[in-house]
Each structure stands twice: as structure tokens, then as C-alpha cells.
């Protein structure tokens, strides 16, 4: 089982998508996450929840932090921008999450309060971190 594999779409250079493996059965659906698998060792990782509808987070990139972004809940609207490239695009949960490398700008927009973001990044937090 190939946990993680390289999907193709027009992406800003700085970002890219891959799909997770789900393994469902009458149960329920179980999505593993092997850290050994992911393109980074992660440091950290939190949830965004609650946020009210239109909400938007983040509107900076990561001087040396790689993150990786996972919509658990809900649909989320991610816009990235490397150089003068501009791209929007969504995540829902669909077993697809996007890798947002180092020095790449993102801000994420929460439609409503029923939308999670999971967020694994490759270093500890430190506000020092951030570019605008």
C-alpha cells in the first residue's frame, strides 16, 4: 500500500498535491497517516475548527517550514502564491491533502464553523518563521 502518491494539477511551483490511501469497510473509513511516509518529518501539528464563515488565516509564508494541509471537515479554500504566480483551489475531504513548501504564501478561508483544517509542519512553531 502506497500511502501517499503525486497527484497532477496546475500548481504554483511550492505546492503540490497527494492522495491518501482509505481504507473503508462497512465500519467506517480508517486514513492512515505514517509519519515515515510523509514528505517531511513533522515537528507539529494543529487543527483549525470553529471558524466563522469567511474567515481567513494564515496570508504568510514559512521562512523554512514545509506544511502539510488536511481537511478533515466541511471544504476549504486555500490560496497560494509563489512569485507572481496566484492559485485558489479547495480542499474537502476527499483524500486528496497539498504540500505547501517552504517561502510559499498561503491563506486559507473557512466558509463556516463546520470547517477543520489539519496542519502538520516540519518545525516547532515561532512567530520568526514568518514571511508576509
Avoid at 473503508?24 to 511516509?37: E, S, V
Avoid at 469567511?54 to 486555500?78: D, T
Wanted: with cysteine; net charge neutral; hydrophobic share 35%.
Amino acid at each position: 500500500m502506497q500511502v501517499f502518491q503525486s497527484v497532477a494539477a496546475e500548481l504554483p511551483e511550492g505546492v503540490r498535491f497527494l492522495e491518501y490511501d482509505k481504507i473503508a469497510d462497512a465500519r467506517g473509513a480508517l486514513i492512515p497517516f505514517d509519519m515515515n511516509k510523509l514528505p517531511f518529518s513533522p515537528q507539529r501539528f494543529f487543527l483549525v475548527e470553529g471558524s466563522q464563515g469567511g474567515s481567513v488565516r494564515g496570508q504568510h509564508a514559512h521562512r523554512s517550514a514545509q506544511q502539510l494541509f488536511c481537511c478533515v471537515s466541511g471544504r476549504v479554500g486555500i490560496q497560494v502564491r509563489n512569485g507572481p504566480q496566484t492559485t485558489r483551489f479547495d480542499l474537502s475531504p476527499n483524500g486528496v491533502v497539498a504540500i505547501i513548501e517552504a517561502g510559499t504564501w498561503s491563506a486559507q478561508t473557512y466558509r463556516s464553523e463546520a470547517d477543520r483544517l489539519l496542519v502538520l509542519s516540519s518545525e516547532p512553531y515561532s512567530k520568526d518563521s514568518y514571511l508576509d
